[in-house]
Every structure is written in C-alpha cells, then in structure tokens.
C-alpha cells in the first residue's frame, strides 16, 4: 500500500490560493520522502497569516502552482490513494490549482483521516490536535508539513489498530 499525505494551506478563501503544501509519501507502513512547497498563489491578498504564519511577502518570489506541479506531480504519481484531515478541502484546492493552471488532476481518491480516526478510535472532537492528542503524535498544527506527517501517521496506526 502506498500513499501520499496532504496538507494545503491557504492564503485565503479562494481554493486556488494554496500557499503552502506538505506532501509525505508512505509505503507499507514507512515514510519514505516528505516535501515542503512554498506556493506563489495568483493573488497578494492574504487572510490566514493569522493561522498559518504566511505572507505575501514569504512567497512573492516562489514559483505557482504551475512551476511546481512537474514535482508535485511526481511524488503523487504511483500513489494508492491520498489522505489528508478534512479531506474534502484539501481535495478542493488540489482541483481548483488543477484546473486553474490547465494541468491535469490526479485521479486518486482522497481518505479523510477524520472520518478514519472516528471510525477506528471513536475520538471526538476531531480536529487535528485532538487526534494528534489522543494518538501521540507530535504536531505543529497549521504547518504544512507538519499536519501532512500528522495525516500519514494516522493512516499508518490506523492500520496497525
């Protein structure tokens, strides 16, 4: 089994402005590559600097989504299945960059580690630290990579349980 943890964090309420992206790939129960991309998204107006720490001014330089997609798309390539926390927005920003840069979206399905984490530990609430919490695992919420390691490690003790 072999999958690829996301995480996208936004710069504001458009899905096309992800700004960040951590990406952790897992076979067979190990991590084997985690990533982390600064995203110039197509807009300078950000909200969520709040959230995440991220400014305009730490991705003004970086390259697009477009830039970045020949690498992204690499380690997502190959990939049984993405996971991610709330997997439905991830999934929408994934789509949404897609489309707006006119490359192609992958076809894996996406598996939502809160539905998982509900379903297999019966932890509520379940945002992330809260998972994280129950289970042990070091978190440095809204952190791209971070969360995307957090994911992948809650698919792999899930599948341990």
């Not at 197509?42 to 001014?57: A, D, K, M, N, R």
């Not at 999934?91 to 490359?103: D, G, I, N, S």
């Amino acid at each position: 089994m072999k999958f690829v943890a996301i995480d996208f964090e936004t710069a504001n309420y458009s899905p096309t402005s992800a700004c960040a992206i951590g990406l952790v790939t897992v076979e067979n129960g190990t991590i084997l590559q985690q990533k982390h991309f600064l995203i110039c998204p197509p807009s300078s107006e950000f909200i969520f600097t709040y959230v995440h720490g991220i400014t305009w001014e730490d991705v003004a330089a970086e390259p697009n989504f477009a830039q970045l997609w020949p690498e992204i798309s690499e380690i997502l390539a190959g990939a049984d299945f993405f996971a991610a926390h709330n997997a439905s927005f991830d999934r929408k920003v994934l789509q949404a960059c897609c489309e707006l840069y006119q490359v192609p979206s992958p076809p894996q399905t996406f598996t939502c580690t809160v539905q998982l984490a509900r379903r297999t530990w019966g932890i509520r609430p379940t945002n992330l630290p809260n998972v994280c919490g129950y289970l042990d695992i070091e978190l440095e919420h809204h952190q791209a990579l971070s969360d995307a390691h957090a994911c992948a490690q809650i698919v792999i003790k899930a599948n341990q349980n």
